[in-house]
């Protein structure tokens, strides 16, 4: 189905195939490589480690140093995105393929002039090859171990990320832990100073009152003792 589909469903079919696939034969317009949408989709068959060969189709529509351009320009970007330092790039042409499987027998001339002009033998030779009986006897013992090392370092990636998750909440908690213990700290100061604060003026205040009172007092008496005198 593609990528880049109206239907998310055939999206997500083409996805779901990405995994048990030996080889990804990465189909696309040589009128307009490598958009949004597949340069998206080649990381998500990067992160699964297939063997990718890239089928350039609608070669035929273009002239051949126009050919080269998008050949280099596919290959450019293959090993950037990749990371490999030789992507298999081929040209092809489905038209001319079509027409050459309906022109007739195998030899018929315009049958094999199409098949030329479509570069189909090159994909063709190379699918064999690659699939053929040591080396696809071996990619198809090393898928299931390319899926397991894919999920391995998926799961690790979550797991570091939750840990890191983790550690920044502790972090924060141990940080507002922190703040608290000084503002007890502070509001404990603060408290006791207070309250020697308040201790000396209630001493100043019953230092005062007693004064007052013995001063009545002794007004008092003086009078008492006048009078009686």
Request: with cysteine.
């Amino acid at each position: 189905p593609g990528t880049n589909v109206v239907l998310q469903r055939q999206q997500r079919l083409t996805e779901d195939f990405v995994p048990r696939a030996d080889l990804v034969v990465f189909t696309m317009s040589a009128d307009r490589p490598l958009t949004d949408s597949e340069v998206t989709f080649l990381q998500f068959i990067k992160e699964w480690g297939k063997k990718i060969v890239f089928a350039v189709n609608k070669c035929d529509l273009l002239h051949e140093d126009e050919q080269r351009q998008v050949m280099g320009f596919v290959a450019d970007n293959a090993r950037q995105l990749l990371g490999v330092a030789d992507p298999v790039v081929l040209p092809v042409s489905a038209r001319e393929a079509l027409r050459a499987k309906e022109a007739g027998g195998p030899d018929d001339a315009q049958r094999e002039a199409a098949l030329a002009r479509s570069q189909f033998q090159g994909l063709e030779d190379f699918i064999f090859g690659t699939l053929g009986a040591g080396a696809g006897l071996q990619l198809k013992l090393g898928t299931p171990l390319q899926m397991a090392q894919a999920l391995v370092a998926n799961l690790d990636g979550r797991l570091q990320g939750q840990a890191a998750a983790a550690q920044r909440e502790v972090a924060a908690v141990a940080k507002v832990r922190a703040q608290l213990q000084a503002f007890r700290e502070t509001m404990e100061k603060d408290s006791t100073l207070q309250q020697g604060e308040a201790g000396r003026v209630v001493e100043e205040l019953v230092g005062r009152a007693e004064g007052f009172i013995d001063k009545t007092l002794a007004a008092s008496n003086s009078s008492m003792v006048t009078s009686y005198v």
